[in-house]
């Protein structure tokens, strides 16, 4: 009896949910293959290479920076000595 009314009051909560989830294996955008078929170890290095292009471009932004206040540009004649 008490199994019943437990068996009852699930399938109730169940029957109250509207939301069904697509289950299926979308094409990952990042890697341009499904997940399954890229390997973890792949995907770990993809990761990494991106993190370091993407701190190499915030690196060369920064170098930037510095140099966009900086007004002094010297005129250099290189002129060669003759000895006598």
């Known amino acids: ?20 989830p697509m289950m299926e294996l979308t094409k990952d955008s990042k890697f341009g293959k499904k997940a399954e078929e890229t390997s973890f170890l792949e995907r770990t290095r993809l990761w990494a290479q991106q993190k370091k292009e993407k701190i190499e471009q915030f690196r060369i932004k920064d170098l930037d920076k510095d140099l966009v206040g900086c007004t002094f540009h010297p005129q250099i004649v290189r002129k060669k000595a003759f000895l006598s």
Do not use: P, R
């Open 1 to 20: 009896m008490k199994k019943n009314l437990e068996e009852e009051k699930k399938l109730n909560a169940e029957s109250e949910c509207t939301f069904k």
